[in-house]
């Protein structure tokens, strides 16, 4: 079966003028009523001075995306091998070490990551608890040479990923039109009972978060516990991040506070035992224990500067369990990815002891390159500057998030603009080739209907604590999907970043 | 005890800047997150040109207001008694049409509803069911002489009561904002376990109006059933509409179609058996009988012209279950209020057998009086142009919903207006004097601190059946509450009209 095949089909159906309008006006009446919304931008489009009392419908799906059910089902059921190996490896201080190494002459970022790590190693860690919430995010490859599609893997977010407050109400929602007989007839042999899987995300984060805290344990301090969440100083998408908040609160009974990154210093400090300890702005007088950190800020370089490396370094050194820790943010590095994703790689197999899994998981793995001066690397770098070869290929920074990479034709250009030094802070990896559908994407009350790539994100959370042997693993869970669908016209597909929007799967047997 | 102690409290607390901020932050996080919000207005105030992808937080009070608890469970205790009263004198074809019959020869609205009552009736109605959906509102009436506070109902609304689809999530965010101790300490002295009831107005509502449908019982026809509310044409309530909607669907599993008032006659259709038949603009070839018709919109003179007079008089003909019927519309009107409510007025008896239930509703009433050429109505007139006398009252056209009433000493220049041959258009009300209290209200993203006035509202429902002997009452329900509240420089409530907001009760004992 060839890779057109798959989506060459009546879905999703053509709309008259009066389908279309019902549809938006049903969308954006159900979105905002249930909160799948993202603060406005503002009328000159900085996000800086939306107005707090007002949200608009988040960009959306008419229709959710059809996706192999087998690809989809493998994603879920490896994630939890993945939580175990990005748990392994943020664990794994030497091998680790050695990567960093070879980064942190070229990339003062995780130069000064690393660096918080050994002052705190040098004062002695006093948590041996930690806590991951990633996103492993896929794409469907199907290339007209392969007999049937698979997943290959984009990258793993380990660090501030969106939208698992959000998610399970797009399904909703399109279960939701489906029930109503919003969609015209034709939809009904694609969208079939069992073909919307309910999407546990939120509540399955929040587990993971709940678990968290709890596990961080009664404190001395007679203060009583919360949970802080890292932000940005201005963030449009916190709503997503309020549907987690308000239901951890609602499982935990704890205060969930939101602190910008620049605010910590001010608001917290560490007590003898190096307890974490925040009063709130409003409550100067009152005292919380923090029993978790979970970061939504502080992935970028460009949200640090002394007052907030400090901040980090605080965060760090305290007794409170970090989502993620510095060492697990290491771990999430485009180069760690490289590393494992290399063709003939032997290091997967030191983190993941079972074969089965490891195969699982390298089954998923696009092939990459690194950039350096290694014999991969030298291949790496023969293909980036061969521009016919480079077009199957896409750059990539250790940056997570979109917008930084450089794709195809327009890498060997770029390469003569960085010197050679810096290759080495960059990955090359081998083009996804996703099937392309048809998709009608409601944005900013805009209807766009046309071609469509989507791209999958599962959720894995795990706690687990580092010992002398390695780790042991208190909590393992896959934690729901999120399905995200851009433009085929747009490499990118970032939803904050305005170029994609928000999906559910359709499943379907291909 | 003086009226003034009840409200001199320390309550609301006094809030520092930063404490100011951080509710309002709250509030409009959560009230986002939870679809507690409002259309926009268009940049010019306008609702017309409102983006129907935006929304913003719903003006809202950032505190539950204090209110008497024995009058909040007085009212929800006497709320089936007017359900009953309500029905009662809706299906009193003879008491209602002697009414009319004074008010039709100055009022062509009233006029033109009797004619679609007295067209259908000739031609014979197909459906003797009907269902009530009240809303009968308060305030505290706490005058100096007087003891205890006690309820006094300002008005009851039969037709397009908003809010219900809102006001538990009031309660909820009040709750939840007691509950992650968002308010100083101090606030605790007067929110306490139980202080805040819950509020099941949507979910009481939506039984109502499922039970109605499924009392509208199976069709021969074969079409499937569904619901339809008539809305106007812009609505910036949609979302109050929607919590109702979308529960209403997860209860009863039917379509619930949202049909402009304007464009009933387009969509809609009667078959030989008078079942009302509709198909969706968006998929005209479909047909559903409808079973219910709940009227959002239709309340108010101005929106009728010949199209919409004949929608009505079509929705009346036909079998679906009005809520209101044309008789039940009528008998929403002020004129009906003041008769049951004049001094030593014989009629609640006609309408209500109990003594017991009789005395509790009579001392819910003001004091009305006609302003026709009756012995009462020239008491009435006699009262209303005397400027000293005319300060206690207000004086208050036919029509529901604020924004119409004149006030106290404006009341004798308005009447010199007005030609006497429309005064018995007119009842003329005792104020009623409620507590002051404080409280800040946020709207528009501004805090308003200050003196409030709150105004509660207890839905009712009720079903019954019209039989030779009177009628049979099938299901009749208190619903929940509504409790609005507005600055007291201003005498007008209205919510979506721009003066009041969103409040609910903390009760206290006096």
Known sequence: MAATSLYQSSYPPQLTPEQQEYLATTVHEWTITNGLVVRLRSANGAAEDSETSHAGTIPITLFPSRFPADCFLEALEIQTAYNRLYAAVASDEEWLG?????????????????????????EGYVQDLSFGLFRSDYMVHYPET????????????????AFGGLAPQVTSLHRYLNSVNAYPESASSTIRAGSLPPNPSTERIVAGLAATHAAYG???????????????????NVFDQKHLELSLFSETKANVFRLPFTQVLQ???LDTERRLLYSPPAFPDRIYEVSTVYFRAGQSPDEYNEVTWEARTHLERSRAIKCPSVLLHLAGFKKVQQILATPDSPHLARFLAAERECERVRATFAPMYPMDMSLDGLKGREMATNPEIAKRFVLKPQREAGGNNIYRGAIPAFLQNVPESQWPGYVLMEMIEPPAQRNAILRDGELQSGGVICELGVWGTVLWRRTD??????????AGYLLRTKSDQSEEGGVAAGFGSLDSVCLVDV
């Open 469 to 478: 042997q390695g780790i042991e693993v208190l909590k393992n869970d896959e």
């Open 218 to 236: 009664p404190s001395p301090s007679n203060h009583p516990l919360c949970i802080v969440l890292i932000v940005q100083d201005i963030e449009r």
């Open 98 to 122: 050695r990567v960093v190494q070879e980064l942190a002459p070229i990339d003062s970022f995780i130069a000064k990551l690393w660096e918080i790590h050994e002052t705190v190693k040098a």
């Open 267 to 269: 608001h917290t400090r």
């Open 146 to 161: 392969q007999e049937r599609p698979t997943i290959k893997q984009v990258e793993i977010n380990v660090n501030s990923a």
